[in-house]
């Protein structure tokens, strides 16, 4: 067992009509010596293979492995936006999951940033690739609840379902905003999502671009609402429950949707002096603007970010099928997002409505 080689991230580029393929590669015994405070560095080495189709490229790299590669313990899979553009997410996709090692729960992310760029980034502390956003997303999912991670099987149901959006965690590499005394260390980021259509990449959302979409999550365990008003800072209400309802109407052959979400938090911070129905008021308008935002950015890509056209095929199949197009997608349009209901929760007010005067004379 020692001596095969396990891979534990796999990303996948397409340049000059090729299929690039990199696998990352760890070292057991590394990560072992790890827990025992070795100061050997514990990164991982990085494979390349090349071929016309992902299969040839898979081939390529068992040529100058110098070892039997096992797949079982893959945790991540990064797609490179070009791939996904140029040649579609099927492909990759028929040829991992026919494979008997490879199992339906690895994390699915794709990138604008180079491949080879973000399996080569390593976690501070010179902790190993293992304990980093590509194996473990949920640890800074359940902290910050922003973007959310998605793994392989959920990916592929999405695929394959009517009237839910096929998106991807987009991540990205920051290189100034974590260093020691001798030099910065590039760290992974997710920063947005990838829209898909037809299996094929159609855009992106930045982080700024999906504020919306965390409301329509099944899983939000912390969300962050900070409010101000001409750049001063007012409130940081800190969200730990949500609920939210759609509600598919026809109007006169017209299809539209009423959504209703509900949320509950906490006042983190508050820096002016206002009431708790103020920040209510205030964040509500703030989500409701978000997620009128959201959808906005992804109606441009044709892409229904919310998956309302689901809530229709599940409480009326055939009204669903007589406003699907010839793609088999729903055509929405502005007005079909017709009504946004925000109530909001404040489960603790906090103790001080002032910054605290005790520590200053």
């Known amino acids: 067992m020692e001596h095969m080689f396990y891979v534990h991230a796999i990303g996948v ?11 990352q590669v760890l070292n057991p015994m590394a990560i072992a010596k790890e827990s025992a405070k070795s100061e050997e560095k514990t990164g991982a080495w990085i494979g390349m293979g090349v071929g016309l189709s992902f299969d040839e490229a898979v081939q390529n790299l068992y040529a100058t492995t110098q070892r039997r ?10 797609l490179s936006e070009t791939v996904l553009a140029q040649k579609g997410v099927q ?3 028929d040829d991992l999951t026919r494979y008997h090692e490879i199992r339906y729960t690895p994390w699915m992310f794709c990138t604008n940033t180079p491949v080879s760029k973000v399996l080569t980034a390593e976690p501070i502390l010179e902790s190993s690739p293992v304990y ?7 640890e800074v999912y359940n902290q910050s609840s922003f973007i959310k991670p998605l793994r392989l099987h959920r990916f592929i149901v999405n695929l394959q379902e009517p009237g839910r959006p096929s998106i991807l965690t987009e991540i990205s590499v920051t290189e100034n905003q974590w260093y020691d005394a001798k030099t910065t260390h590039p760290e992974i980021k997710m920063s947005g999502y990838g829209l898909l259509r ?14 919306g979409l965390r409301w329509f999550l099944p899983y939000l365990p912390r969300a962050i609402v900070t409010l101000d008003r001409r750049g001063d800072s007012i409130a940081t209400v800190v969200f730990n429950s949500h609920r939210y309802r759609v509600r598919p109407v026809i109007i006169r052959g017209s299809l539209k949707f009423d959504v209703q979400v509900k949320v509950g938090g906490v006042i983190d911070q508050m820096g002016q002096s206002v009431s708790e129905a ?3 008021s205030m ?7 978000d997620i009128r935002k959201t959808y906005d950015k992804g109606l441009r890509f044709g892409v229904d970010i919310y998956s309302l056209a689901d809530s229709l095929y599940r409480r009326n199949p055939k009204a669903f099928h007589r406003f699907v197009t010839n793609d088999g997608h729903v055509k929405l349009s502005e007005d079909s997002l017709q009504r946004i209901q925000v109530e909001v ?10 910054p605290a005067t005790r520590f200053t004379s």
């Open 132 to 138: 980093s956003v590509l194996s473990d997303p949920n």
């Open 69 to 78: 590669v096992y797949w079982g313990h893959m945790d991540a899979i990064v």
């Open 198 to 211: 037809g299996g094929k990449l159609v855009g992106r959302l930045s982080d700024d671009e999906a504020t």
């Open 345 to 354: 929760t404040i489960k603790d007010a906090g103790k001080l409505t002032k």
């Open 91 to 93: 492909e990759v996709l």
């Open 13 to 23: 580029d397409y340049q000059d009509g090729k299929y690039v393929i990199y696998a």
């Open 283 to 289: 964040v509500a308008q703030k989500i409701e603007k």
């Open 278 to 280: 103020q920040v209510k």
